[in-house]
């Protein structure tokens, strides 16, 4: 299991010196939040290139943004690794995915709660990362939803079934016990904020949540 500490829990005002104190983590999980999409605003590619300095980690852009094609160009030019997109902020999905591609960056599609599998059937074969909300987007700190558990089991039985390679990222409520549960679902990438940051020895939560994934 990959650890993704989301900075979105993260002080703000010492952005750096925090993304430094989770650089036991492979991947980095920045939250970009447009006020549309979500009911919260928060980072844009300037934080990103901001950043890249900093760390060797994989960024991992979520963009809860409308219409993210406007934006991708600016977030792979900024250092992004992987750059994620709602279904449910674009009518051209599938446009969407191959523009990242082009710009030389992983894509992942991501689904909302209330989003089945089946909305993303299509564009499976097109993705590097598929992200299972397991919580309603834009803030942290809320409940682990667990009727979202199913679709990361039903992910990985379609990726075997059809010989794909993505893998399978969760994003929400991820903590000491829930990780357990996502980890035997079969999500290869765990997402975690308040967990991570909510504490004061942030690399510390990162080693827990990964030893407790390996069980
Ligand atoms: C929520 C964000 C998450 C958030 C997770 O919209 O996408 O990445 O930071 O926070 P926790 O781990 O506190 O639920
Ligand atoms: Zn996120």
């Given at each position: 299991?990959?650890?993704a500490?989301?900075?979105?829990?993260?002080?703000?005002?010492?952005?750096?010196?925090?993304?430094?104190?989770?650089?036991?983590?492979?991947y980095?999980h920045i939250d970009i939040?447009?006020?549309?999409?979500?009911?919260?605003?928060?980072?844009?590619?300037?934080?990103?290139?901001?950043?890249?300095?900093?760390?060797?980690?994989?960024f991992d852009c979520h963009l809860m943004v409308?219409?993210p094609?406007?934006?991708i160009?600016?977030f792979?030019?900024?250092?992004a690794d992987i750059i994620g997109v709602h279904i449910?902020a674009?009518?051209?999905i599938?446009?969407v995915l191959?523009?990242i591609?082009?710009?030389?960056v992983k894509a992942e599609v991501v689904i909302?709660?209330?989003?089945?599998?089946?909305?993303?059937?299509?564009?499976?074969?097109?993705v590097d990362q598929v992200l299972v909300m397991?919580?309603?987007p834009?803030?942290?700190?809320?409940?682990?939803?667990?009727?979202?558990?199913?679709?990361?089991?039903?992910?990985?039985?379609?990726?075997?079934?059809?010989?794909?390679?993505f893998e399978?990222e969760?994003d929400?409520?991820?903590?000491?016990?829930?990780?357990?549960?996502?980890?035997?679902?079969?999500?290869?990438v765990?997402v975690?904020?308040?967990?991570?940051?909510?504490?004061?020895?942030?690399?510390?939560?990162?080693?827990?949540?990964?030893?407790?994934?390996?069980?």
């Amino acid at each position: 299991m990959k650890i993704a500490p989301s900075i979105l829990s993260a002080d703000f005002a010492e952005l750096k010196t925090e993304v430094k104190r989770v650089e036991n983590a492979p991947y980095l999980h920045i939250d970009i939040m447009d006020g549309q999409f979500v009911d919260n605003l928060t980072f844009g590619p300037n934080v990103v290139k901001a950043l890249r300095p900093h760390s060797s980690q994989v960024f991992d852009c979520h963009l809860m943004v409308i219409n993210p094609e406007k934006y991708i160009k600016a977030f792979a030019q900024a250092g992004a690794d992987i750059i994620g997109v709602h279904i449910e902020a674009t009518a051209h999905i599938h446009r969407v995915l191959s523009q990242i591609k082009q710009a030389g960056v992983k894509a992942e599609v991501v689904i909302n709660p209330g989003t089945p599998v089946a909305a993303i059937k299509e564009v499976l074969p097109l993705v590097d990362q598929v992200l299972v909300m397991t919580v309603d987007p834009g803030f942290g700190g809320q409940a682990f939803l667990s009727e979202t558990v199913s679709k990361v089991k039903e992910l990985a039985q379609l990726r075997l079934q059809a010989g794909l390679q993505f893998e399978i990222e969760v994003d929400g409520g991820v903590n000491a016990d829930t990780i357990k549960t996502v980890t035997a679902a079969g999500a290869d990438v765990a997402v975690a904020g308040s967990f991570v940051f909510g504490s004061d020895d942030p690399a510390k939560q990162v080693a827990l949540l990964k030893e407790l994934a390996q069980g």
